[in-house]
């Protein structure tokens, strides 16, 4: 979930209302990028299009540096 929303309280109901992570907007583009290659790491094992997918995203961090 993406949400303004940042306090504590806001974090609880999202939490408690199902959301599995969230991030708060301003996005920082790295803090987006981290977590996306996280979730699609998880999966790597069972799914060869998130393989394909990292590897994408690492060759444009690459680039963006």
Do not use: C, W
Not at 12 to 39: E, F, Q
Request: charged share 30%; hydrophobic share 40%; aromatic share 4%.
């Amino acid at each position: 979930m993406v949400t303004a929303l940042d306090q504590p309280a806001d974090i609880d109901r999202a939490v408690a209302s199902g959301t599995d992570d969230m991030i708060t907007k301003p996005v920082n583009r790295h803090d987006l990028i981290a977590r996306v290659h996280g979730l699609l790491a998880a999966k790597a094992s069972k799914n060869g299009t998130a393989d394909r997918f990292l590897t994408y995203i690492d060759r444009v961090e690459q680039i963006s540096k």
